[in-house]
């Protein structure tokens, strides 16, 4: 009895102890130290208060250790060394688009599309399968300057080491598989059934063909439904061996990786190739004589595109005309066009300018579309402010807010490895300085009014025009006066391409049930937006297959698998959203904008994310070296890198591009 109760004295005694020791705790001064101190209140006072903190300061840029060599079979290289991630990203540019296509047009594309279809021991399936078990990410395309192929591996060498070998077998040995490739013609040739249906498609082929008459760069990088069913298997694999040689490859990398680790990845690749020598530069085009040409196509919009033959990549200007174009019509809402013809007249929903750089002199274009009926003023009132912006130049105030927009967008140019591999390999491909992006920054910086006018003028002309339309043929009104509050929307609401959505004629009836009314809607714009397994015109880059087109499946089964995946509902273009990179997988990796054919939509995704649009006609931006902004619309050739943010909030802004 006693030891129990001494037992409970004993409890009871170190309670108190331990109730008197947390209140003394509780009570005594605090000791924290100053330095603790301190630091919370260089927190507190670092907190951005107002976004007009941000007016003076300049946007921080990710320096770039750009190192360069060449493989002992001649290939180029560019590195840069990013540990942040445990990856790496690998991208191979060879000069074999479609300008190489000689006589017979789409070679290069049903080329580079057989590239994954088969190697020794492994079918496409078992290729993918392959890359898939390992986390990898293959991708390819081609385009009319280039073709790609790219790699995204894990860094640690149990997945790296049987990525590469993989990736360096399917791009340097295919088997090109006979059954393969006739699949592959024939949904190359229903892909053209598709065109005849798009007027934008119709007109943007017929654009070039006015434009660059008997040049390389006139033909679609598809071929046509003429120049497909003769080509070879013969002719594939001999373009195969001349092309996608080492001397004609620049092998981009960007990763965690050290030098030596990616001199050993470099060398892998290379010695797979084929060898041989790079091959010859496309040839300058022809200056074309101005025309006017329609094509009678039933819809209630009619497209409208003008263009003229730009600069090649090299051109002195390239950084004064893409600031100046920036203010006509690359950058959405507030350029000269936008305002003009949507926002104080409301005949379409965008209109965007640009200029294409490539190898040889690339277009400029001019490309919207707006109601048939108002077809023909519309046309007339675009070259009205071509002609005012070309005889005037722009406002002191437009050319700091390009400057300022530029700036403040060139750091998401090198926001990731994908977006620097890109940057990488057009670097490489255009033989651009190392110190490029700095470069082009700096230039940008220092124009003035006069010096963007000059180059303007230069290289532009009111009357080299060479347009083309395709609509119906009707009765033409006068064009509404300008206000700030057009009465009548443009026609075609989240129509982008084709056969307009007539919103003001929608039932209660039919909003009352969006689902079953969106299927009908996307059903009577099958011409816009192609569903699976239909080719896109001109192949997105981060298309497993660069012809997007169905795809055996495990088990046998057919099925449209680098379409589908690439093309699910609807893709990226036109809404709030961008787009990068060639061959860039399941994620679009940054870099290259290939190029398509004007008006032709494409669907396609962020890097990085799964968002998806629609694709506008992409506007002629150049070959991605742009760092800077640019607006969804026909991007003709290949651009690598930058993201190209759009001024405003429209549907156009935020950075949508389009790809084709």
Known sequence: MSERKSSRLVLIGLVLIALVGALAFYLAPSSAPKASQALDKAKSSSKLQSLAELNDKAPSRRQLDVQTWKTADGAKVLFVEARELPMFDLRLTFAAGSSQD??????????NAMLNE????????????????????FGNGAYRDMAVASLRSLSAADKREPALKLFAEVVGK?????DSFARIKNQMLD????????????????????????????HSSDGTADSIPPITLAQARAFHAKAYAAGNAVI?????????????????????????PALAKTPAPAEPKASIGHIEFPSKQTNLMLAQLGIDRDDPDYAAVTL???????????????TEVREKRGLTYGVYSGFTAMQARGPFMINLQTRAEMSEGTLKLVQDVFADYLRNGPTQKELEDAKRE????????TASNADIVGQLGAMGFYDLPLSYLEDFMRQTQELTVEQVKTALNKHLSTDKMVIVTAGPSVPQKPLPAPTDKPAEQPLGSRSINGPPIQSQQETRAQRREPVAHHRRRMAQQAPELPRCPWPAADPGPGARNPVQLARPLRGGRQGPRSVCRQRRAVSRGAVPWRRHGPGAGRQQRGGFQPEGTPGDPALHRWPGANRRCVALPRQPTGDGLRPGVSRPAFQPEPVAGGLRLARGTSVAGRGCLGLH
Request: charged share 15%; proline share 6%.
């Open 118 to 137: 088969g190697v020794a021991g492994k079918d496409v399936s078992a290729i993918a399968q392959g890359f898939e078990s390992l986390g990898a990410d």
């Open 406 to 413: 530029l700036a403040g967008s060139f750091p998401l140019s």
């Open 102 to 111: 000689g006589d017979a047009p789409g070679l290069a594309l049903l080329t």
């Open 324 to 338: 100046g174009n920036q203010i006509l019509g690359g950058g959405g809402f507030g350029t000269r066009l936008m």
């Open 174 to 178: 295919p088997t090109f598989p006979a």
């Open 191 to 218: 892909g053209f059934e598709y065109q005849k249906q798009n007027p934008g498609k119709l007109a943007g082929l017929e654009l070039m063909k006015r434009l660059y008459g008997e040049h390389p760069y006139a």
């Open 252 to 276: 981009a990398l960007v990763g965690d990786l050290s030098r030596a680790e990616a001199e050993a990845v470099a060398s892998q690749v290379s010695a797979a190739l084929p060898k041989g």
